[in-house]
C-alpha cells in the first residue's frame, strides 16, 4: 500500500523556520506531481506548494518568497518544504499529496495525515 508521511512540524516563533518532509513508501513506478496543502479549523484546504515530476514549482502567493518546495536528490520519494519567515497566520495542519504512477500507468494519489504547524510568540 502506498503512503506519504509527514514529519517536521512544530511550535515556532513569528520569525522562525520549520522543514517539512513528506517520505513516500510502498511499490509504484514514480512519483508525479506533490502537493503541500494546509487546513485550519472551520476552512477548506488550500494548495500551499507543488512540484511535479519534471521539478516544476507552483506557490500560493500568500507563501511566495517565503516558502519552497524541493526534492531530495538522493531520496527519489521524499519533498521538502522549507518555511522561512513564518507568520502568525502560518499556522494550520499541514498535509502532504502524493499523485503517483502505479506499475499499470494509472494515476493514484493520496495524503499523509497531517502535521501541526503552530506559529507564535
Known amino acids: 500500500q502506498v503512503q506519504a508521511v509527514e514529519s517536521g512540524g512544530g511550535l515556532v516563533q513569528p520569525g522562525g523556520s520549520l522543514r517539512l518532509s513528506c517520505a513516500a513508501s510502498?511499490?509504484?513506478?514514480?512519483?508525479?506531481?506533490v502537493g503541500w496543502y494546509r487546513q485550519t479549523p472551520g476552512k477548506q484546504r488550500e494548495l500551499v506548494a507543488s512540484?511535479?515530476?519534471?521539478?516544476?514549482?507552483?506557490y500560493a502567493d500568500s507563501v511566495k518568497g517565503r516558502f519552497t518546495i524541493s526534492k531530495d536528490d538522493n531520496a527519489r520519494n521524499t519533498v521538502y518544504l522549507q518555511m522561512n519567515s513564518l507568520k502568525p497566520e502560518d499556522t494550520a495542519v499541514y498535509y502532504c499529496?502524493?499523485?503517483?504512477?502505479?506499475?499499470?500507468?494509472?494515476?493514484?494519489?493520496?495524503w499523509g495525515q497531517g502535521t501541526q504547524v503552530t506559529v507564535s510568540s
Open positions: 499529496k502524493l499523485d503517483y504512477r502505479t506499475w499499470t500507468h494509472r494515476i493514484q494519489s493520496v
Open positions: 510502498g511499490s509504484f513506478l514514480n512519483p508525479d506531481t
Open positions: 512540484i511535479s515530476s519534471g521539478g516544476s514549482t507552483n
